[in-house]
């Protein structure tokens, strides 16, 4: 729309740079995506058999195989055996395991600074916490309540009580009616899972931090029962950036 | 350390269900991700060649052909061919693109309500508006204006203004300061822009509407600019929360 065909910054000698050239099953894999995003496909479409869909995309019929095997392993589709009309691969709804193993691999290996993960985690934790209150019931309850008793076990160790510390943070998470941000909550929290056991491993007075942590949750979950969502992403807050700060170590992975 | 051996619930009969069986490049895919996960691998790593892994983890070749392919998709490993010291496959560090590629499609495909996604932008936003005003620069709010000003042009169409207008909130979300923030950001602004474009096309007076919508902008750059975090952010919400409901269509796909 704007563009005249004339441009003013084109260079006077031509230039020459290596040419990138995605293979078969990479350009299969933007083909199918470009499908879904345009919403051309949704969930239970079925793609074209491999011999066509190869036909039409003018690559190799390994090209495919390997695309849908990467589109399986992402959990974009999925693909039944056998015969008959519920054979072949369909496009699937990505499960929300899909989405905390990918986010969780992802800031393990791209050096965060750990302030950010911290900050992250802090706003989407607050925001966990204050929905949650705003529309607690029994069952909800019940389900934070669970992980809390357990980390209440005298001379739990740090690896139990990290998983239940993690299925406490969950619990809001799914508590707050947000799957989105309990999916991303999760995912982040799972990243946290083995350097924050690393770092719980090297502090000098494990029961004494553990009693700390815990007294925290208890004061969370109060303002959470209570229905004060504001006093619950404040609590969520400062136990947070506590943690972080008692678990130094945590910093230097 | 719970388990006593003895189970309450155990059925009086036998039961047999059909049990899952990984196949080995699933296998493969899983033992990478533990040696991420454990810290035993980071980035820079190289993987044993094809024929070691196979062996140690007693999986066909083919196997570990294949998970190395879904890996080098997602971003985690990388592969160099040739020979020498630099050939092989390596531990990469995931690329931000990465990450919005798949949370986009996990937008696509998860079915989350319209009302969740933007939530999830509103609070995403009001972090990133806040985190920009507290620390804005020369260099940070011509990033921000270059994409305001693009959607000046007069009788700009639908799809250009999307584009710049994705380009204005993705320039505040970079300018946080928080990258996991700013790539969570990206993807669910990056996931809205095809139901964005197909809502937008459907408005029936798209100049008001257009106009409206860069006068919100307008106000949110001044604030920024400012250094008024809490007045970007509250300017934030409103204009998200207000496009969301001249878009109603946004809503039905």
Not at 82 to 90: D, N, S, V
Not at 159 to 179: C, K
Request: aromatic letters at 4%; proline letters at 7%; glycine letters at 6%.
């Amino acid at each position: 729309m704007s563009d005249n065909g004339a441009s003013t910054d084109s260079p006077s000698a031509p230039q020459w740079r290596p040419v990138a050239r995605p293979r078969s099953h990479e350009l299969v894999i933007a083909a199918v995506e470009d499908q879904i995003m345009s919403g051309a496909l949704t969930v239970g479409d079925p793609l074209p058999p491999e011999r066509e869909l190869a036909a039409r995309l003018e690559v190799s019929r390994a090209g495919v195989r390997e695309a849908i095997r990467v589109l399986e392993a992402q959990g974009v589709v999925r693909s039944n055996v056998g015969a008959g009309p519920l054979a072949g691969t369909f496009i699937a709804s990505m499960p929300s395991a899909a989405l905390t193993r990918f986010l969780r691999l992802h800031v393990a290996l791209s050096n965060f600074p750990m302030t950010d993960i911290i900050d992250a985690r802090v706003m989407l934790e607050r925001n966990s916490a204050t929905l949650a209150a705003s529309h607690v019931d029994a069952a909800t309850l019940a389900s934070i309540h669970t992980p809390l008793a357990a980390m209440d076990v005298p001379e739990l160790g740090c690896e139990p009580f990290n998983d239940a510390d993690t299925d406490f943070h969950v619990a809001i998470a799914e508590a707050s009616g947000n799957r989105l941000v309990a999916d991303m909550t999760v995912a982040i929290r799972a990243s946290l899972r083995e350097p924050i056991l690393r770092a719980m491993r090297r502090v000098p007075d494990w029961p004494s931090l553990r009693s700390t942590l815990q007294h925290q949750h208890q004061t969370i979950y109060d303002a959470v029962a209570a229905g004060d969502g504001e006093r619950a992403a404040d609590l969520t807050e400062r136990h947070i950036r506590a943690a972080f700060d008692a678990l130094p170590a945590l910093g230097d992975d």
